[in-house]
């Protein structure tokens, strides 16, 4: 299943100018892949025309968020939960994306217990790595 544009809004948040996610293919109910094409109107442009690590950081937690907004949705729930950022883990940004540049990244669930759901990002361009991160999402409902 894939999700692009306004159809997005339905399973997070987050909106212009902090919406950080072109398209999500949900493989399974644990995996999902999401893209990001970087423009120049990017909130965490910087001067020397890059992303900032925090703009990967925000790019992996949304991606976490959609996947748990799809599952929802695939459980009729009228009000996907939204995911809290709890702590990030491991991030390790080996550089980063240029305006124009696509960015691919894979999210895959572990362990969840009760509203806490422990996720792994890793975020491509073409194929080399340019991030990883660990994150502990809290689902508010």
Do not use: W
């Not at 759901?117 to 660990?134: F, L, N, P, R, W």
């Amino acid at each position: 299943m894939k999700i692009k544009g306004e159809d997005i809004k339905r399973l997070i948040p987050q909106r212009e100018p902090f919406m950080m996610m072109d398209e999500i293919e949900v493989s399974d109910g644990t995996h999902a892949v999401t893209t990001l094409t970087v423009l120049k109107g990017n909130y965490f442009i910087l001067p020397d025309e890059t992303m900032a690590e925090t703009g990967l950081i925000e790019h992996i937690a949304q991606s976490c968020s959609a996947l748990m907004g799809s599952q929802a949705l695939e459980q009729n729930t009228v009000n996907p939960p939204i995911g809290l950022i709890g702590e990030i883990k491991h991030f390790e940004c080996n550089r980063r994306p240029n305006i124009g540049e696509k960015i691919s990244t894979n999210i895959e669930f572990g362990f969840t217990f009760g509203n806490v759901t422990m996720a792994t990002g890793e975020s491509y361009v073409g194929d080399k790595m340019i991030a990883k991160a660990q994150l502990k999402i809290f689902m508010q409902q």
